[in-house]
């Protein structure tokens, strides 16, 4: 089901599908870490401007059958290379997660990789273990998708 998947940098039209996205409450009560508001179209926008502005940043719209599925991004925390990917809600349970994320790490010369999930999403995890991402430890902060601490695992797809 996603053979047809494929990676294209973002483009000004894909905002509206992200920003649509990103309306589903149970979306953003998984993802945890996402925005305070998610209704707040000038945050969102202004976000998306640095994004794409800042070149040490890979960002890609996940397409499939010409409609926007969803994005993978891939950004630098310290050192680190850490990925974030976030697919609509309405396309959940078809793969497109694990083969955005398959096809942005194909893209990414440098290894280790790394990534965070909260500790309940269990799908999120998942897709990360496919791709090979190992867990490595824990942590936690604060939420703005949950407006609490949650706990989170902390993974790495490890060097070659």
Known sequence: MTADLRLRPVRDDDLPA????????????MAAFGPKDPTDRERFDAHWRRVRADERIVARTAVVDGEVVGHVVAFPVDERTEVSYWIDPGRWGRGYATAALTALLRELPRRPVHARAAKDNRASLAVLRKCGFVVIGEDKGYADGRGAEVEEWVLELPAD
């Open 18 to 29: 992200f920003f649509a996205h990103e309306q589903d409450v149970e979306a953003n009560w």
